[in-house]
Structures are given as structure tokens and as C-alpha cells.
């Protein structure tokens, strides 16, 4: 039976799958949204989701996703005499239409089409592929259903996710239980669907600041400093705050064309994950006691493509790793070090549009931070002790708009939250989890045209690393102790040229 999301619960410590519906842009129906019974209508409009193009034009994978999860949010429900003439036909602000309210009309106004054929239209618009092809955006098609490819969920198991128009008795849905190995998918036989891709699709553009190429831990008062090299390998340098020392020269450590980096620490380890060129998602460690890296990249089970951004935190022994995908929504999968095993699917909670991710824990529970569509700011939760998430995206306070970056680390059960600006400038807010207040304005520290950006802590100082705008690596330190923050960014030794 469905759960509420209100209900979604953690289970033998990995997060299930939950599709949340709120969303960091606007996601509550527009003034004008309505139904009309009618025999047929054309498309005239393909709404702000749209971007004001032409119905029958070029539409991204990520706006496919928006658009279908627009319907999610807003419960369209399918057409009130079914397959049956006067069909219902929906229209509103982001979706644009009119778009008939079945499972082929919910394709054509995902993939914009300037019309709504039905499911043996669908292939006029369309080159057939091959299943195992699949990529966020595509559909299966049979005579009889359609449904939105929306991502895989474990590529080598076939296990996928999907959006749906299905039935009189359910409005619009996301689903998580589709198998290409399986027998059928909603309730039509799974060897009658064929895989197509809209002839007008195209991959999604990189978003300037998702994924940081930058990534800092530390084991004690020793920084694990790595960046993404001007040639898309991984480089380390090591800076020891004790003896006030930094290695003083970066070594390569393998890869090529990476995207983006995250890092965490348990005990003497350090776990460092980073997106390939396909938006994959891939693990190398280094053992401090030992002195040794793992040397070799391996991907993280589960089959995540389209990544573009991704961060870690840790509870214990397990590691929380959560990235943004194709259709800009956050999922999560979890590692747990002690028996080796991770879950193996990578469970999307929610949102739209995010473009930038990081993450912290307090206690049991981590705080997630994501930077929204128009520069906004906007905080997320997982509770390992109750063993659920907050309901929805919630913006955090001071009203930053233009952020490109952000990053978080916590004192205590006080996080704090850093962004670069659109000015390309350092700011700061604090919030105190155990008031459960913010400072409720981001103050600006300084910096210009920085480009990426990282933090951790040693004690109870904040150290924070950026990437300027020629690739050179600073850093700045936040004294919690002391009150104050270090008067100027300076530049880490070694001379690095980091990705920017």
C-alpha cells in the first residue's frame, strides 16, 4: 500500500526510497492550471519550464524530468471518462499545454511535443534504442502503456525508476519498482515495451558551481586537501595544523576527466568519491595508519549516471552519500565500512533543479544544503535515530540569492554554512540546532571570482579551501575559539592548477 512521505522510514540503517514532492522552485500550481473535457487540442505553450520555446522544439533530459514531476506535484489526475471521448485536458504555468491527461498525453507534455499522439504515435517522434540504453528522459512504449524512463536505480540488476499517468484510480506517479528482468511493468507484460528516444532530446548542460572540485578532511589536526587537476585526475596535498606545515607539493593520484569531488573521514581512513565524465559515481580511499591509497578508482554500486553533484558525511561505520541527478533531484545511497556493503541503489528523495550539494552530521543526523535554480539556499534533513527525512526542501534564512557554491561543517550542534556569492565572494550564516535558529543573514567575508569551494575542521577552527579564477587553491580559517576569522585568503603551497 502507499506510505506518506511523512511515514518514510530508514530500514536496517539505509534510507528507503522516497519521492518527496516538494521542490526548491516553485511547485505549487499556477493561477491558470485547469482541466477542460474535449475531443482534441493542440499545444500552445510549453510553459516556464519551457522557457517559453515552441511546443515540437529541443528539450533538455532535465526539463523531461521537471515537467514530469510537475504533474507528480500537482496530482493531475487522468482523464475523467478515461479512453473514452471528451478526454481531459490539462494546462497550467510550468507545463504549458493543452496536453491530454493519459499516459501518452503525460509523455508529449514531458517531451513538449506540439500535440498528444497516442502510444502508436509516440514512435513518428522517436528513434527505438536498446533497453539497457536507457537514459532519464527516454520512455518504454508499448501498444498499450507508456511510462518515463527516469533513471536507474542498479543498471547491472535492471531495476530503474519511473514516471507514470496510469489509471482513473491514481493521479500522475513516481514509481522505483521497474525491472527490466521483471516479468511486467504496470501490469503490461515487460516484453511488449519498447525503448525510444525523442528525436529532439539532448543531454543536459553543465551547471556552472554544481559539483565542487575541491574536497578537504581531516584525521586529527592533519587536512587531506584533493582538487581536480587542470588534466581531470585527482592531486592531494597534505597540511599539518599542528606543526603549521603544508607538504608543500601536490601528487597525482589517477583518473581522468573527473566532475567533482567529495570527501569523508572514519578513523585514520579517508573516503574519497568523485563523478566521472558520464555522471557516474566512483570511490578511492587512503589509509593513514597504513600510509597507502587504495589505487584504483571503483565505481559505487548502484548504477548512478548523470550525476552532477555529490556529497558525504558519515554516522559511525557507514558512510551517507548522496548526490544530485539528471533531473536535479537528490538521491542517496549508503556504504557501511564495517561489513564492506553498500545498498546497492541509489533512493531519490526529492526536489528539482538543485545544482549544488553538501552535507554535515550533528549527532544521528545529517543536514543536507543545496543551492536551488535561482541562488536560494535550501536545507533537507535525515534522522538515523528516528529513522526518516524531513518532508521537504526548506530555505534557509537570510534570503541568499546568486550562491554558486556552498559548504558546511559543524562545531557542536552549531553548523556553519558557507556559499560563494554571485559576486564571487566568501559568506557566512550559523545555525544552532539546538535552538533551532539561524543568524538569519549571510555576511559577506571576502574573496573575489572564487570558483569552488570546501571546508573542515580541526578543534574548533573552520578551515575553508576555494579555487580562484585561474585554478590556484586558498585557503581561510574560521577561529570558533577565538571569534574571528583569518584576515585574507591565502595560497596553499604547491602551486596547483585546479579544474575551473
Not at 68 to 77: D, L, M, S, T
Not at 203 to 231: Q, Y
Request: hydrophobic share 35%; with cysteine; proline share 3%.
Amino acid at each position: 500500500m502507499p506510505v506518506s512521505k511523512s511515514a518514510s522510514r530508514l530500514s536496517a540503517g539505509v534510507l528507503a526510497a522516497a519521492c518527496l514532492t516538494a521542490v526548491v522552485t516553485a511547485t505549487a500550481p499556477a493561477a491558470h492550471a485547469d482541466s477542460v473535457l474535449s475531443t482534441y487540442y493542440a499545444a500552445s505553450s510549453t510553459g516556464s519550464i519551457g522557457n517559453g520555446a515552441a511546443p515540437g522544439g529541443q528539450v533538455t533530459r532535465g526539463q523531461v524530468l521537471t515537467r514530469a514531476q510537475a504533474w507528480v506535484n500537482q496530482a493531475v489526475p487522468y482523464s475523467t471518462n478515461g479512453l473514452t471521448a471528451p478526454y481531459s485536458w490539462w494546462s497550467d504555468g510550468q507545463t504549458g499545454g493543452r496536453y491530454r491527461q493519459d499516459c501518452s498525453g503525460f509523455v508529449s507534455m514531458a517531451w513538449q511535443l506540439p500535440e498528444s499522439p497516442n502510444t502508436l504515435g509516440l514512435p513518428s517522434y522517436s528513434t527505438s534504442i536498446g533497453k539497457w540504453d536507457l537514459q532519464p528522459g527516454d520512455i518504454l512504449n508499448s501498444s498499450e502503456h507508456v511510462v518515463i524512463f527516469a533513471g536507474w536505480r542498479d543498471k547491472n540488476a535492471g531495476t530503474f525508476n519511473y514516471y507514470q499517468e496510469s489509471s482513473r484510480s491514481r493521479p500522475t506517479n513516481f514509481n522505483t519498482d521497474g525491472n527490466l528482468n521483471g516479468s511486467s511493468l504496470s501490469s503490461h507484460p515487460m516484453s511488449s515495451y519498447t525503448a525510444l528516444r525523442y528525436k529532439n532530446i539532448v543531454d543536459s548542460p553543465s551547471v556552472s558551481g554544481s559539483g565542487s572540485t575541491v574536497a578537504a578532511s581531516a584525521t586529527g589536526n592533519g587536512v587531506h586537501l584533493n582538487i581536480i587537476g587542470s588534466d581531470g585526475g585527482m592531486w592531494a596535498t597534505e597540511g599539518d595544523y599542528a606543526a603549521g606545515n603544508w607538504t608543500g607539493a601536490w601528487s597525482p593520484l589517477g583518473g581522468s576527466g573527473l566532475k567533482a569531488l567529495t570527501s569523508v573521514t572514519i578513523g585514520s581512513s579517508m573516503h574519497v568519491y568523485a563523478l566521472g565524465s558520464t555522471g557516474r559515481v566512483y570511490s578511492m580511499d587512503a589509509d593513514y595508519t597504513t600510509g597507502q591509497w587504495s589505487g584504483t578508482w571503483v565505481e559505487v554500486p548502484g548504477g548512478a549516471a548523470g550525476a552532477t553533484a555529490l556529497t558525504a558525511t558519515a554516522t559511525g561505520n557507514t558512510v551517507h552519500l548522496n548526490i544530485l541527478g539528471a533531473d536535479g533531484a537528490l538521491y542517496n545511497t549508503d556504504g557501511d565500512y564495517t561489513t564492506g556493503h553498500w545498498t546497492g541503489a541509489w533512493n531519490r528523495i526529492g526536489g528539482s533543479a538543485l545544482q549544488a550539494l553538501t552535507s554535515v552530521t550533528i549527532g544521528n543526523v545529517v543536514h543536507l544544503y543545496a543551492i536551488g535554480s535561482t541562488g536560494h539556499v535550501y536545507s533537507m534533513d535525515a534522522d538515523y535515530t528516528a529513522g526518516r527525512w524531513t518532508d521537504a526542501w526548506v530555505e534557509v534564512p537570510g534570503g541568499a540569492a546568486g550562491a554558486t557554491a556552498l559548504t558546511a561543517t559543524a562545531t557542536g550542534n552549531t553548523v556553519h554554512l558557507n556559499i560563494l556569492g554571485a559576486d564571487g565572494a566568501l559568506y557566512n550564516t550559523d545555525g544552532d540546532y539546538t535552538t533551532g535558529h539561524w543568524t538569519g543573514s549571510w555576511n559577506r567575508i571576502g574573496g573575489s571570482a572564487l570558483k569552488a569551494l570546501t571546508s573542515t575542521l580541526t578543534g574548533n577552527t573552520v578551515h575553508l579551501y576555494a579555487i580562484g579564477a585561474t585554478g590556484t587553491v586558498y585557503t581561510m580559517d574560521a577561529d570558533y575559539t577565538a571569534g574571528r576569522w583569518s584576515n585574507a585568503w591565502a595560497e596553499i603551497p604547491g602551486g596547483a592548477i585546479a579544474a575551473h
